[in-house]
């Protein structure tokens, strides 16, 4: 199968795409993958894979790859959307915002006090309120890990997840995804999932309080993952599968080799899913990167991570016919020219590939959340968006007559038409500065992260932040409470 980019010249031939296919292939056929679910590798062996059950590595034939592509090929034509559930990727949007706030940071950056912090419950309940109050956010998920309460203790790990989802249910109409670790918690995400969507139909056509899982690369799917991944194929639920391979890293210093190896894992994924659950909803992700030489560290918001993720995005879409997560990491650590740099050239490299549901607020390759870095990515996008419309050309906006009426050396600021289309024709930032001044000291306050900080403060003291109430409160309590009997137990 082999379509056109619909977003502009592609950066990968259709020679190239099958290279890419046939590299991809080569690698599951020898070394293969490390399967480490029994259930998953079982599956595999009786699908016709050889299966090394004591160093647990799965060698995949090509026929199986291949049946696994046609059979999610012949689930989509019947009718099933692909949905890719994570809350650092974006995917095929329609042109229009539809921003995300995701992530599972560790760290908070604190722009006022220009400092970093542990998250705590009222930073998590802060974030989720303030994505709720944004129009331009329709996915709030845990833009920070709930991992300790307001007072410093630790929140119990077995119950972080369902207290997380829990918390986002309270505090948004528009939740999004959250972790899932084991089949325990899974029963109780889902009925936080069904509670704030309406019904199980709803939830399964609109799911939340779960997410991706990632491979290790390179060509490890550890046995945690495995498992959960199939769990959620059981349930109904979909399997999104996101590598994160690094170049001369985990991968050999090449950006055709990095997609390759990635692409090897999405399909060895894929494969051992569907061999056992053939009902399984598999789709793909990256969030790749470099291996910065100098420094040892990885990078994920250079040119080279970006031409990776999109020509794997390529591979899925033109070459598979699937849908396919792009992340939306950054490198800057705090708020400022480098990570907006690093963001205008991220997202607009998701636009030009048709993704516009980006991630906001993510610093320091996603572990950091800043709630003034999101307002500025929001900004970024609302740029991006714009600069996608294009220009209109005809009769209505070329306005010979108005150039008539107007004359040589006239102007055109009083006239109807200017009144009517300024807000149609000309965008207005939230944050940027476009005032006549020259008194340093106001340019300064009016800066765009201070800006940004200014409106943080304002939307979280407003007095119509969502919480849930009633009956949808009684039962988010119920299930908070029940799953804290079962698994503290």
């Known amino acids: 199968m082999m379509t056109e980019s619909p977003n502009g010249p592609p950066l990968l031939t259709a020679a190239d795409l099958n290279q890419i296919h046939d590299a991809s292939m080569a690698i599951l056929d020898s070394p293969g993958m490390r399967i480490q679910s029994p259930r998953l590798r079982q599956a595999l062996g009786q699908a016709g894979a050889k299966v090394d059950g004591a160093a647990e590595v799965v060698r995949f034939p090509s026929r199986l790859i ?30 229009a915002m539809g921003a995300k706030f995701g992530g599972a940071c560790i760290e908070v950056y604190d722009w006022p006090s220009r400092s970093v912090r542990t998250p705590s419950r009222a930073d998590l309940i802060r974030f989720v309120q303030l994505g709720e109050a944004l129009p331009e956010v329709a996915v709030v998920g845990n833009p920070v890990m709930y ?38 918690e899974l029963r109780y995400l889902m009925a936080l ?50 590598p994160m391979p690094i170049t001369g890293g985990s991968t050999p210093l090449s950006l055709a080799a990095n997609i390759a190896l990635g692409n090897a894992e999405i399909l060895g994924t894929c494969a ?52 396919f997560g792009i992340g939306g990491y950054i490198d800057g650590k705090f708020p400022g020219a480098q990570a907006a740099l690093e963001v205008m050239a991220r997202f607009g490299s998701l636009a030009r590939s048709g993704r516009y549901n980006v991630p906001v607020g993510l610093l320091n390759a996603g572990k950091r959340f800043s709630p003034e870095m999101a307002l500025v990515g929001l900004e970024i996008e609302r740029w991006i968006v714009e600069l996608a419309k294009g220009i209109e050309v005809g009769p209505e906006t070329l306005r010979v007559e108005q150039v008539r009426k107007v004359g040589i050396a006239g102007h055109s600021m009083g006239e109807e038409h200017t009144r009517e289309f300024m807000r149609r024709n000309v965008w207005y930032p939230q944050l940027m500065d476009r005032t006549l001044s020259s008194d340093t000291a106001q340019e300064s306050a009016r800066e765009m992260v201070e800006t940004a900080s200014r409106k943080v403060r304002e939307f979280l003291v407003r007095p119509d932040l969502y919480r849930a109430e009633g009956a949808m409160a009684r039962a988010i309590d119920e299930v908070e409470q029940a799953a804290e009997r079962e698994l503290t137990a």
Not at 75 to 90: F, M, T
Not at 312 to 321: C, S, T
Request: glycine share 10%; proline share 4%.
């Open 147 to 184: 991992v300790r309460e307001d007072d410093g203790r630790a929140v119990d790990p077995r119950l972080q997840r369902v207290k997380t989802a829990a918390l986002v249910a309270r505090h948004t109409t528009k939740a999004g995804s959250t972790e899932v670790w084991n089949a325990h």
């Open 272 to 323: 051992a899913l569907r061999a056992a659950c053939p009902t399984a909803n598999c789709v793909g992700g990256v969030i790749s990167g470099t291996l910065d030489m100098r420094t040892g560290g990885a990078v994920f918001s250079g040119p080279e991570a970006v031409l990776q993720d999109l020509g794997l995005a390529e591979v899925h879409e033109r070459l598979y016919g699937f849908d």
């Open 66 to 95: 291949e049946d696994t592509l046609q059979g999610m090929r012949r689930d989509i034509q019947a009718g099933r959307h692909q949905i890719v559930l994570n809350g650092v990727v974006a995917s095929r949007t329609p042109r």
């Open 193 to 242: 999932g069904e509670i704030v969507r309406g019904s199980r139909e709803a939830y399964l056509a609109r799911p939340c309080f779960v997410t991706a899982k990632e491979t290790i690369s390179p060509l490890v799917l550890e046995a945690d993952a495995g498992d959960v991944l199939l769990l959620l194929a059981e349930a109904g639920l979909p399997c999104t599968i996101i």
